[in-house]
């Protein structure tokens, strides 16, 4: 592409919510024409409403109420612009298809309608934020993100065909770039049969930094509410502060752990391409933000604190796995089935400690009492509820003396569930009891980040 320098900007439910919002995300890119490519969220809240449509057992009265809820967001926008009538009667015409989907998904659950059902709040914000942007002079257009995002039929956290994805974009794309600034939906794609999928929650990060790398932009902007990442999380401790330049390595590690700001996924395509991501405030663009590339100035021992909720530790015991092969494999095997995504992992001689995400909103498999009784015929297993995972990132972690003397002399009190350390060189990992999570991270940031 003969762009001179070209930016896939995507913003977020906060930066889309109302009217004023998107009118200062419509100058953020109206000011620095090299945003050609925008990627939107749902406005804030629909999401959240449509995770209740989208489940069984939703009555015809709550539905009513849902989508009505949904339609006074989407029409509160609408009402500022000139094509409000136009824009209104798609936006009627999409909440009627959704009012279907929703009546036939409290008959019989269908995975498949599930996804249809989420995507309608960037189907309707995607549309909003075109004719926003036309109104402030700038020649926006959507494009449905259906014709390039081609994935699997995993619904809920479908797999984007990237092959695909690049030969798309360059079709469908591309051209369009040249005089035009496309808005396109963050976290929808579409299956073989022409089924809507979602990424998963959060998932619109991750379709802005996919498109980045299909269509080799120079950079990846993701624009939310809060002006970059941050040591810590700036509702534990007013010490926090935002971070200017952070390398692939430790932003992958805090969004993995955490740190709510990015979807975890999102820095793999940027990393692959060397794609620098910038982070920051559409509410105050002028207060910069974090730039996550290859390389950094500084690589300090210790850059950041991030807390993950709502986790749960599953310890399996078995006899048999003393001096025996074969246990991990067969535990791995159900887990696999289930499509459960472990995160740490910690071992003695016939146990094994296990954690996994399991925040409430979540379209992602849950640990559930069928995955439990089939890895009790393996095996004894607890599951313990009510935690939470504190990680400390930064660099060279494992090679640096007295970091788990410093992390852990400043908890004396605190008692610690499980430890992680030394797989990566970015990160020391441990859950504490949820009721003593902040308690932790401010002192951790208070000794770490004096
Ligand atoms: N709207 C979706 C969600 O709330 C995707 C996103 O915002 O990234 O999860
Ligand atoms: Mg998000």
């Not at 109420?65 to 029409?75: D, G, M, S, V, Y």
């Not at 009546?103 to 960037?122: F, M, V, W």
Request: hydrophobic content about 40%; proline content about 2%; charged content about 20%.
């Amino acid at each position: 592409m003969s762009l001179s320098s070209f930016t896939v900007a995507k913003f977020g439910g906060t930066s889309v919510a109302d009217h004023q919002a998107m009118l200062r995300c419509a100058n953020i890119i109206k000011n620095d024409p090299s945003n050609k490519l925008i990627v939107v969220s749902a406005s804030s809240g629909v999401t959240n409403s449509l995770v209740r449509l989208s489940q069984e057992n939703v009555s015809d009265s709550e539905q009513a109420e849902i989508i009505a809820k949904i339609r006074t967001i989407q029409l509160n926008i609408t009402k500022c612009l000139a094509q409000e009538q136009q824009i209104n009667e798609q936006i009627a015409a999409l909440l009627i298809e959704l009012a279907e989907y929703s009546k036939a998904q409290s008959l019989t659950y269908c995975p498949r309608i599930a996804d249809a059902i989420l995507s309608y709040g960037e189907q309707m914000s995607s549309r909003i934020f075109a004719l926003v942007l036309q109104s402030v002079g700038v020649n926006g257009v959507m494009l449905d993100v259906r014709e390039v995002m081609k994935t699997n039929s995993l619904y809920g956290k479908a797999v984007v065909d990237l092959k695909q994805l690049q030969k798309n974009c360059a079709q469908y794309f591309a051209p369009q770039l040249i005089d035009k600034v496309i808005v396109t939906q963050g976290f929808v794609g579409q299956d073989e049969q022409g089924y809507t999928t979602t990424l998963g929650r959060g998932g619109s990060d991750y379709s802005a930094a996919l498109l980045a790398e299909a269509l080799n932009a120079d950079n990846l902007a993701i624009w939310t509410d809060v002006v970059g990442i941050f040591t810590t999380d700036p509702r534990i401790t007013d010490q926090a502060r935002a971070i200017k330049e952070i390398s692939f390595g430790e932003a992958a590690e805090m969004a993995t752990f955490g740190a709510k700001i990015l979807h975890p996924a999102t820095l793999i395509p940027a990393m692959r391409k060397n794609i620098p991501v910038f982070v920051g405030s559409s509410k105050e663009p002028e207060k910069g933000g974090t730039r996550i590339q290859k390389h950094v100035d500084s690589s300090p021992i210790y850059r950041s604190i991030a807390l993950r909720r709502e986790q749960t530790l599953v310890t399996v015991k078995s006899p048999a796995m003393l001096h025996a092969s074969g246990f991990l494999a067969n535990v791995f095997t159900i887990l696999a089935k289930h499509e459960l995504s472990v995160d740490l992992i910690t071992t003695s001689e016939i146990s094994v400690a296990l954690t996994f995400d399991n925040p409430t909103g979540s379209t992602q498999a849950l640990l559930n009492s069928t995955v439990v009784k089939e890895l009790e015929q393996l095996c004894e297993v607890t599951v313990e509820h009510g935690l939470s995972l504190v990680a400390v990132i930064g660099n060279k972690m494992h090679r640096s003396n007295g970091v788990c003397t410093s992390v852990f002399d400043t908890i004396a009190g605190i008692n610690v569930r499980m430890i992680c350390h030394g797989a990566s060189e970015h990160n020391l990992c441990f859950l504490v009891d949820e009721h003593q999570a902040n308690e932790t991270v401010e002192k951790l940031h208070n000794a770490l980040f004096a």
